[in-house]
């Protein structure tokens, strides 16, 4: 199933980011907590699911606010057992986000049936030479357990995309469908340089059965105008209908 991830349209209220999943044609989001209430309120995403037929598979921390959300994240998440933990590895300075990691992610996967993975983020170094983000690496994510794999992510790196599903194997349990268009990351997924269409139709060959979510760059999507956000939105769903669920 193809997401459709809320930090597209970080701008846009929850209710209207579902009314526009659904009428792009979406069967699923994946919502970041922030800031917004809205988004730490099972019942209200309940609300939601139910009034526009869309199914939350996958939550995530809004980049940067790990530590201020990390058990807002809690309680919420485990209101919706077999979803999607999507989860960056910790600052390399740590906090109580990364002994939360280390220690409570685990038990609460366990407890509400939940699917913990650590997904790739985007290489930065701080004081010059130490890595911002801990375990960054492929075999450090490999090592971790289950993985989200950020397509994007990898090429701003300069990795090469299609070793990691051999690579990966079972483990790949979820994966950041964007492109990298003009050295600028998150663009739509026909717009750019890497060979998307073969990394999906590798994956349909292997049998992946994983969630996929779309995660763009808000203005690569348009956000602000909803006509184009909808073409987007329809551009990228028949994308991965033509190079995954129908590929033979």
């Given at each position: 199933m193809l997401l459709f991830h809320t930090e597209n349209l970080p701008h846009y209220g929850l209710e209207r980011i579902f009314e526009l999943a659904k009428e792009a044609g979406f069967k699923g989001i994946e919502l970041?907590?922030?800031?917004?209430?809205?988004?730490?309120?099972?019942?209200?995403?309940?609300?939601?699911?139910?009034r526009y037929k869309i199914k939350v598979k996958a939550f995530s921390i809004a980049e940067g606010t790990e530590e201020s959300l990390f058990r807002a994240f809690q309680v919420t998440v485990r209101e919706f057992p077999k979803s999607h933990m999507i989860l960056v590895p910790p600052r390399s300075f740590g906090g109580k986000y990364k002994k939360w990691m280390e220690e409570i992610v685990p038990r609460l996967a366990k407890k509400y049936n939940l699917v913990a993975c650590r997904r790739n983020a985007q290489s930065q170094n701080v004081v010059g030479i130490i890595p911002s983000r801990q375990k960054m690496s492929l075999s450090s994510l490999k090592e971790s357990g289950d993985v989200c794999l950020d397509v994007s992510s990898m090429a701003a790196s300069n990795q090469e995309i299609m070793r990691t599903i051999p690579y990966f194997g079972k483990q790949l349990k979820h994966i950041y469908l964007s492109n990298y268009y003009k050295e600028q990351p998150y663009a739509l997924p026909d717009r750019g340089i890497l060979p998307l269409e073969n990394f999906l139709t590798k994956l349909k060959s292997v049998k992946y059965k994983g969630h996929i979510t779309l995660r763009v760059a808000p203005d690569q999507i348009n956000e602000g105008d909803d006509e184009k956000v909808l073409e987007g939105m329809k551009q990228a769903l028949k994308f991965y209908k033509t190079y995954f669920e129908d590929a033979k």
């Open positions: 970041s907590i922030n800031t917004c209430f809205d988004t730490q309120t099972p019942d209200y995403i309940r609300k939601l699911e139910k």
